[in-house]
C-alpha cells in the first residue's frame, strides 16, 4: 500500500500537538501585538499625527478598534466551545437511544450532529440507524450524498476503515431486501481493499444490525451472505473458509466442520 504523506499544518511548525486553545491564544497575542505596533508607530515614529489632543483621538480609536476585534474573537470561542460540547451530546445521546432501540431517535440525533461537524462515525452511525429503522429510500439517499465530489472532497470517508463499513452496510441493505445480485458487487469492493492493503478486523458493534427487524426477517442465502460477511469482517475465519468466501463462495456454510482427512 502507497504511503500517502501528510501534509504538514502551519501551526504544527511552531507547536508540538498545537490544540485549538494554543492555535487561539497564539492568534489573539498576535492581533494584539499588531495593534500596539501600529498605534507605535502612528503616535510616536511616523509622525502623522501631532498634537497631544489628537493623538489621544487617535489612541482611542486603535483602542476601541481593539477591543472589537477581541470581542469577536472572544464571541468566537464561545461559540466554538458551545458547539463542540453541543456536538459531543448529540453523538453520545445517540449512542444511548440506538442502545436503548431508539432507532429514529438516535438517527435524530446523529443528522442533527453531522450538520454541526461533518464526521465519518457520525455519517455511518447514521447510516446503520436508517438501516435498523427499515428506511432504505433515505438511507440510498445518503449513500448517493456520500459518493459526490463535494462529499469525497472534504474527505469525510478519508479512511478506508471508513469506506469499507459504508461498503458494508451498503451489502447489508441489498440482503435485507433480498437483492442478492448488487450485494455480491459490494462484497466483492470489500474483498478487494481488505486484500490490498491488508486491513485487520473492523472496530465496530456488528450485534446492532443482527438485533434488527431486518435482520430477524432474513432466510436462506441471503442471511448466510450476510452472516459470512460479518464474520469476514471480524476476522474470525479459519483460513481455508477465508479462502473460500474470497473467491465468491458468499453464501456457503462456512460453520460446517471440515471433514477430517482418512487416516492412510
Known amino acids: 500500500m502507497a504511503i500517502k504523506k501528510v501534509r504538514t499544518d502551519f501551526w504544527e511548525g511552531i507547536f508540538e500537538f498545537p490544540t485549538f486553545n494554543i492555535r487561539f491564544i497564539s492568534t489573539l497575542s498576535a492581533v494584539l501585538l499588531a495593534f500596539i505596533f501600529v498605534g507605535y508607530l502612528i503616535l510616536f515614529r511616523l509622525d502623522i499625527i501631532t498634537g497631544t489632543s489628537d493623538q489621544i483621538a487617535a489612541l482611542n480609536l486603535i483602542i476601541q ?19 463542540e460540547t453541543r456536538f459531543n451530546s448529540l453523538d453520545e445521546s445517540g449512542m444511548q437511544e440506538l442502545k436503548r432501540g431508539h432507532y429514529s431517535r438516535a438517527f435524530d440525533k446523529w443528522r442533527e450532529a453531522f450538520y454541526i ?34 462529499f469525497s ?42 486484500k490490498n492493503n491488508n ?30 460477511l460479518i464474520s469476514y469482517l471480524q476476522n474470525t475465519m479459519i483460513t ?9 463462495h458468499y453464501a456457503s456454510i462456512l460453520n460446517e466442520p471440515i471433514p477430517a482427512t482418512p487416516n492412510p
Not at 478598534?65 to 458547539?83: I, M
Not at 426477517?217 to 448466510?224: A, T
Not at 479462502?243 to 465468491?248: I, L
Open 240 to 248: 481455508i473458509k477465508k479462502e473460500d468466501f474470497e473467491s465468491g
Open 65 to 83: 478598534s481593539a477591543t472589537l476585534v477581541l470581542g469577536a474573537f472572544a464571541t468566537y470561542y464561545a461559540l466554538r466551545q458551545l458547539v
Open 153 to 194: 472532497k472534504r474527505q469525510i470517508l478519508a479512511e478506508l476503515s471508513d469506506q469499507i463499513l459504508v461498503l458494508y452496510l451498503r451489502a447489508a441493505r441489498h440482503l435485507i431486501v433480498k437483492n442478492q445480485g448488487e450485494a455480491n458487487l459490494r462484497i466483492a469492493e470489500i474483498i478487494e481493499l481488505i
Open 199 to 228: 486491513l485487520p478486523s473492523l472496530n465496530w458493534d456488528f450485534i446492532d444490525l443482527q438485533r434488527s427487524d431486518g435482520y430477524s426477517r432474513l432466510d436462506g442465502e441471503c442471511k448466510v451472505t450476510l452472516d459470512n
Open 117 to 150: 461537524r461533518p464526521d465519518a462515525s457520525v455519517f455511518i452511525n447514521m447510516s446503520e440507524a436508517l438501516l435498523l429503522v427499515g428506511d432504505y429510500d433515505t438511507f440510498d439517499q445518503y449513500v448517493q450524498m456520500s459518493q459526490q465530489r463535494s
